[in-house]
């Protein structure tokens, strides 16, 4: 098996580099620099048509889709504890979380993000705006989950949707509503935050000052 990253610092690569690092399997990162424009290199959309991070290559295929890509590798590596096991009463919660993250939370942060880019400058507030309400309630729900589930978002067990939800809650450390400022969330970020693949990912990244 040989797995090839390609990242951008802090970006939605951050979650599958974390997987990989969590896993503890080979793997080989590339620098994509997108303040440079490097995602809409023609090499490189060849990989990733949509010109964005992350893609991983694996034996030789590139994919892209960073929630997809985290899946792909649990399935590749069972056991490793990262997400509930076929048939266990958590598998449906799993993945309705997953897809709940993928679908309505990675769209918001998108258009919150890149509403000027993506769309009409002009009209980029308002798409502000709603992504901002979409990212909030997000909060609402992982606060009142964790209330009720425990440590993590799935209870006990930290897992695959932790290092989503944690990399998309750095993504707000700017945003009129960041997630920290609570404090159920800030206590379980920071509780993350020790582990040694969180540790080791910021210092592969070159990342730091986060959670502060
Ligand atoms: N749905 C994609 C979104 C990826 C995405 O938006 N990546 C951003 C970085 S966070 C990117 O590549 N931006 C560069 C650009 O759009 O030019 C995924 O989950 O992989």
Avoid at 2 to 25: C, K, Q, R, T
Avoid at 168 to 187: E, K, V
Avoid at 193 to 207: K, P, V, W
Wanted: negative net charge; proline residues 7%.
């Amino acid at each position: 098996m040989n797995y090839h990253l390609f990242y951008a610092p802090g970006a939605a690569s951050m979650a599958v580099h974390w997987m990989l690092i969590e896993l503890d399997v080979p793997f080989e990162a590339f620098l994509v620099d997108i303040d440079r424009g490097e995602q809409r290199d023609p090499q490189y959309l060849k990989l990733n048509p949509s010109g964005r991070v992350p893609t991983l290559v694996i034996d030789g295929v590139a994919y892209g889709e960073t929630v997809a890509l985290m899946m792909l590798l649990a399935e590749r590596h069972p056991g490793s504890g990262l997400v509930p096991d076929v048939g266990s009463p958590q598998k449906a919660e799993w993945l309705q979380l997953a897809i709940y993250i993928a679908n309505t939370l990675m769209p918001a942060m998108r258009d919150w993000l890149y509403a000027a880019k993506d769309g009409n400058p002009e009209g980029a507030d308002a798409v502000k705006a709603l992504a901002e309400k979409r990212i909030c309630s997000v909060w609402d729900d992982f606060e009142a989950r964790l209330l009720k589930k425990g440590d993590y978002l799935l209870g006990d067990h930290f897992g695959m949707v932790d290092m989503l939800a944690v990399m998309l809650m750095r993504w707000s450390r700017n945003m009129p509503c960041p997630a920290i400022d609570r404090p159920t969330l800030r206590q379980y970020v920071d509780r993350i935050a020790q582990r040694d693949s969180y540790i080791e990912l910021n210092t592969r990244e070159g990342l730091s000052g986060w959670p502060a």
